[in-house]
Structures are given as structure tokens and as C-alpha cells.
């Protein structure tokens, strides 16, 4: 039984270290898809080697009961837990007027009104929050108002490595983005 449940967790951490390391190279960066995937795998095991280590080395010396892969299957596990829920935000459902190419303003209304549905002039409303949270690493999944999906390549960011521009409309914050014409 015990071994079961060490081949398990170990299979539970391969599982997680490969799925972060695909959630990672998804993201934005302004690096070539080999250099994110390199950058991805040394990124992932150091920190959960040596985050790991040092952990269970510590719980270790306060406990003393159980060996030190014990430890480190129960931190390695919580680490990458924590790495998954750390990059993981959910990506801006954004939706636009037909046919729509120019730039999106994604204006913070102080009464906390949420509306992607983007008008003629380029102008969406998010609240603060969405503002706070948004880290800038994923691109917005945009819809024309026919329910058409905007393909990926037409959606341009203004930076190389976060993808939302920051900026102040009219006193208000505001993130921003392009569509480009087809």
C-alpha cells in the first residue's frame, strides 16, 4: 500500500511539472517557442528542486518521522500546485463590433461596471479588479458581435512581454491592445 501511494505521487508530480511546463510556454514572451521552453524547464525544476530541497530538509530537522523524498513528494507537490495556480488567469472574453480593426481601450469605471462588449470607438469597460489582476501574460479571446472568432495573429499587444498596454484615458486607467485588419 505505501508503495502505491509513493509510485502515485511521484507519477502526480510528473504530471504537474509537464503540464506547467506547457501551461508556461503558452504565455506570451518575447522569446522564440525553444528559448520559452528552455527557459520554462530550468524555471520549473529549480524551483521545484531546490524550493523542495530546502523544504524538506527543514521539515526534516522540526519532525524527524519520515524520510527526507517523504517531504519532498509532499513539498514538491505543493509547489507546483502553487505554480499552477499562480499562472493560472483565465483569459478576457472581448467582443466586437464586425469587421472592427484599430485599437481597444479597456477603460476602469469607478462603479465597478464590467462591459467587454466594445463599441464603434474601440471603448470597453472593466472594473478595477480586472485591472489589478490582469498580469498582461495572456491575450484576450476576442468574438465579432456575429459570433465569429477573431483569429489570434490579429490580436497585437504593445509590448514584448506583457501583452496589454497600460495607459489613462480621459483620468481613467486603462489597459489597450490592437486588432488588425485582415
Do not use: C
Not at 519532498?72 to 507537490?77: H, Q
Amino acid at each position: 500500500m505505501r508503495l502505491n501511494i509513493k509510485i502515485i505521487s511521484w507519477f502526480a508530480i510528473a504530471i504537474l511539472l509537464v503540464t506547467l511546463i506547457i501551461k508556461m510556454t503558452n504565455l506570451p514572451a518575447a522569446f522564440s517557442f525553444n528559448s520559452r521552453l528552455t527557459l520554462s524547464i530550468i524555471f520549473s525544476l529549480t524551483t521545484v528542486i531546490i524550493g523542495g530541497i530546502i523544504l524538506a530538509i527543514l521539515t526534516n530537522l522540526l519532525l524527524k518521522k519520515n524520510s527526507f523524498w517523504h517531504f519532498f513528494r509532499i513539498w514538491s507537490l505543493l509547489i507546483l500546485t502553487g505554480l499552477h495556480i499562480y499562472f493560472y488567469s483565465p483569459p478576457l472574453k472581448i467582443i466586437i463590433p464586425n469587421n472592427y480593426s484599430g485599437e481597444i481601450n479597456l477603460l476602469v469605471f469607478p462603479n465597478s461596471k464590467k462591459d467587454l462588449n466594445i463599441n464603434q470607438d474601440g471603448i470597453g469597460y472593466i472594473n478595477e479588479s480586472i485591472l489589478l489582476k490582469s498580469r498582461g501574460d495572456k491575450k484576450p479571446i476576442v468574438y465579432y458581435r456575429n459570433g465569429k472568432k477573431v483569429s489570434p495573429d490579429r490580436i497585437i499587444g504593445y509590448d514584448s512581454i506583457f501583452f496589454y498596454g497600460r495607459t489613462t484615458i480621459n483620468q481613467k486607467k486603462a489597459l489597450t491592445f490592437k486588432v488588425v485588419a485582415e
